[in-house]
C-alpha cells in the first residue's frame, strides 16, 4: 500500500518568513495530493491540492508543488502570520482511497 | 464543498457504555468515511460508510465495536460501543465529493 511521509514534525517561524513542509509518497499510482490544516478544536480544513499533471499550484500565500519523478510534494507558505499556526497534513490519494502523513506543528512566532 | 456537522462536538462517557455519533451533510453524497484521531496523531481511517449495504471496516476495526449506519446520501452515524480509555480520540466524518472534507469532530473522552 501507499506510505506517505512528512517532514518535520514541528515547525517555529517568525511572522513574516516563509515556511516549507515536504512530503514524499511511495505508490507511483497516486494522482491527487491536497494540504489540510487543522487548528486546535477543529476537523482538517482543504487548503490547497495538486493533481499530478500538474506541478505547481498557488493560492495567494499558499504554494504547493509536486515532483512526480521523485515522488515528493511540498506546502510552501510565505509571508506567515499568527494565524497560519496549526497542524499540517499532507496526503496521497488514488480515487477514493487516501494516505495521510503524519502531520507538521506549525507555530508562527510574531 | 459540502457542509459536514456533527453531533455531539464533544462527550465524556463512563467506561462499558456506548456513544453514537452522527454526522449531516448538506448535499447527497455517495461516499462518506469515519476516520479516528488520536492525541496528536494523524487520521486513521475506520470505515466507509455505504449507503444501503454494509460498512467497509479497515483493518484492525470491526463493525461489534463500531457499528455504522447509512440510511441516506446526507447522514450516517458511527457507535463506539463497550467503550474503554483507550477509545478516547477524536471521531471524524468525512466525505468524498470529490475533493475530501472533513466535519468538525467529536472529542470523546472516556473514563
Known amino acids: 500500500g501507499e506510505n506517505v511521509e512528512q517532514h518535520p514534525s514541528t515547525l517555529s517561524v517568525q511572522e513574516g518568513d516563509s515556511a516549507v513542509i515536504k512530503c514524499t509518497y511511495s505508490d507511483s499510482a497516486s494522482n491527487y495530493f491536497p494540504w489540510y490544516k487543522q487548528e486546535l478544536g477543529k476537523g482538517p480544513q482543504l487548503i490547497i491540492d495538486i493533481r499530478s499533471n500538474v506541478g505547481e499550484k498557488k493560492d495567494q500565500r499558499i504554494a504547493v508543488t509536486l515532483n512526480k519523478t521523485a515522488k515528493h510534494f511540498s506546502l510552501h507558505i510565505t509571508e506567515t502570520q499568527p494565524e497560519d499556526s496549526a497542524v499540517y497534513f499532507c496526503?496521497?490519494?488514488?480515487?477514493?482511497?487516501?494516505?495521510f502523513g503524519t502531520g507538521t506543528s506549525l507555530t508562527v512566532i510574531p | 464543498s459540502a457542509v459536514i456537522s456533527q453531533k455531539p462536538s464533544r462527550d465524556i462517557c463512563q467506561r462499558g457504555t456506548s456513544l453514537t455519533i452522527q454526522c449531516q451533510v448538506d448535499?447527497?453524497?455517495?461516499?462518506m468515511f469515519w476516520y479516528r484521531q488520536q492525541p496528536g496523531q494523524s487520521l486513521t481511517l475506520i470505515a466507509t460508510a455505504n449507503q444501503g449495504s454494509e460498512a467497509t471496516y479497515e483493518s484492525g476495526f470491526v463493525i461489534d465495536k463500531f457499528p455504522i449506519s447509512r440510511p441516506n446520501l446526507t447522514f450516517s452515524t458511527l457507535t463506539v460501543s463497550n467503550m474503554s480509555p483507550e477509545d478516547s480520540s477524536i471521531y471524524l466524518c468525512s466525505v468524498y465529493d470529490p475533493e475530501q472534507y472533513f466535519g468538525p469532530g467529536t472529542r470523546l473522552t472516556v473514563t
Open positions: 448535499s447527497q453524497v455517495t461516499m
Open positions: 496526503a496521497a490519494s488514488r480515487g477514493n482511497q487516501f494516505y
